[in-house]
Nanobody, 118 residues
Framework: QVQLVESGGGLVQAGGSLRLSCAASGIIGGMDRMGWYRQAPGKERELVATITRGGSTNVADSVKGRFTISGDNAKNMVYLQMNNLKPEDTAVYYC????????????WGKGTQVTVSS
């Protein structure tokens, strides 16, 4: 059974930092792509950042320059370093994993709350 488990969320003041971690298990060969999405109250889930097995990243413009995604293929881990946090970053952050073959499947964690106070 594939599982994605996030950790590292919490409450932080504006301008502060947090580091999210996500561990994937139950997938032979690891994920082809992992990443982070977030959903604020009353809003749709949106992309934050993704990273491929080869290390290519895609980062949303709204967090570019403040958030950094990294991964450890050997450990099936993905991280999100969040600096200079803003109140508008407040959301539930979800870890995602994608396997391309034999059939493309997306997996999701249960989410971790990030709250940034002004």
């Amino acid at each position: 059974q594939v599982q994605l488990v996030e950790s590292g969320g919490g409450l932080v003041q504006a301008g502060g930092s947090l580091r999210l971690s996500c561990a994937a298990s139950g997938i032979i060969g690891g994920m082809d792509r992992m990443g982070w999405y977030r959903q604020a109250p009353g809003k749709e889930r949106e992309l934050v950042a993704t990273i491929t097995r080869g290390g290519s990243t895609n980062v949303a413009d709204s967090v570019k320059g403040r958030f950094t995604i990294s991964g450890d293929n050997a450990k099936n881990m993905v991280y999100l370093q969040m600096n200079n946090l803003k109140p508008e970053d407040t959301a539930v952050y979800y870890c995602s994993g994608r396997v391309e073959l034999p059939t493309a499947i997306n997996y999701w964690g249960k989410g971790t709350q990030v709250t940034v106070s002004s």
